[in-house]
C-alpha cells in the first residue's frame, strides 16, 4: 500500500480564553490582529517518538477554532505511526499525550473532555457543568512552568497598558490587567508547569 498522508486534529480549551458552552473568544480578533470571528488563536503541535528520548519528530503551528479544534497534515512517512502528541501555546502550560497515539487519518485527539487523556493529568477544569478540561494559563516565557518570572513580563505590560498581540494578555481580552494577574496568580499558587514523559 502506497503511504498517504494523515489529516488530524488536537482539541484543546485554553483556560484563560475559555468563555463558555465549550468555547474560547475570538482572541486574535480582539487583540486586533484578526477579521475572524470563529478563530480562537494559534497553537503549535508536535509528534514526539514513543520511546526515551522521546524525540521531536514534527512540527506544525495551526489555527484552533473557538471550540479548540486545530486541524493538521501528517507526511506520510509519519502517517499510522505511534507518537505521543504534544500542544504547546504562546501564554499556556502545555499538554501532551497520556500515552502514544496512532496516528491515522481522521484521528481526532481530544484534551478537553477528560484528564486522563493528558499525560499526569495535567489540565485544568474549566468548566464545572460541562466537565471541559483546559490548558493552564500562564507561562507567558514559555520556559514550562507559571512563575515569578512570568509574573514579570505581567507586570511590564500592565504598567504599560499593554494592549494588542500580546502574550501577557492572559484572558484574550486585547489588554494587560489585572483581569490577566489573577489568572497568573493562582497557576503560580499551585506550581503548574508541564509534566511530559
Ligand atoms: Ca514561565
Ligand atoms: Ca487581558
Not at 483556560?15 to 465549550?22: D, I, K, L, R, V
Not at 505511526?81 to 501555546?89: A, K, P, T
Not at 504598567?159 to 500580546?166: C, E, H, R, V
Request: with cysteine.
Amino acid at each position: 500500500m502506497v503511504p498517504t498522508t494523515a489529516n488530524i486534529s488536537v482539541k484543546c480549551l485554553m483556560e484563560g480564553y475559555y468563555s463558555g458552552s465549550g468555547l474560547m473568544a475570538p482572541v486574535l480578533n480582539m487583540q486586533g490582529v484578526s477579521t475572524s470571528l470563529t478563530v480562537a488563536d494559534s497553537v503549535t503541535v508536535r509528534l514526539h517518538q514513543a520511546v526515551s528520548p522521546y524525540n521531536e519528530i514534527f512540527m506544525a503551528k495551526v489555527a484552533t477554532e473557538l471550540a479548540g479544534n486545530a486541524s493538521l497534515v501528517i507526511p506520510a512517512n509519519l502517517a499510522n505511526g505511534n507518537f505521543f502528541i504534544s500542544v504547546s501555546h504562546r501564554n499556556s502550560i502545555g499538554v501532551w499525550s497520556s500515552t502514544p497515539v496512532q496516528i491515522t487519518n481522521n484521528l481526532l485527539y481530544d484534551f478537553t473532555l477528560s484528564p486522563s487523556n493528558s499525560f499526569g493529568n495535567n489540565v485544568q477544569l474549566v468548566d464545572p457543568l460541562l466537565m471541559r478540561y483546559g490548558l493552564f494559563s500562564g507561562d507567558i516565557n514559555q520556559d514550562g512552568i507559571v512563575d515569578g518570572l512570568d509574573y514579570n513580563d505581567w507586570e511590564s505590560d500592565a504598567n504599560n497598558f499593554g494592549a494588542g498581540f500580546i502574550s501577557t494578555d492572559l484572558n484574550g481580552d486585547g489588554v494587560a490587567d489585572g483581569l490577566d494577574y489573577n489568572l497568573f496568580e493562582v497557576n503560580n499558587n499551585n506550581f503548574a508547569g508541564v509534566v511530559q514523559p
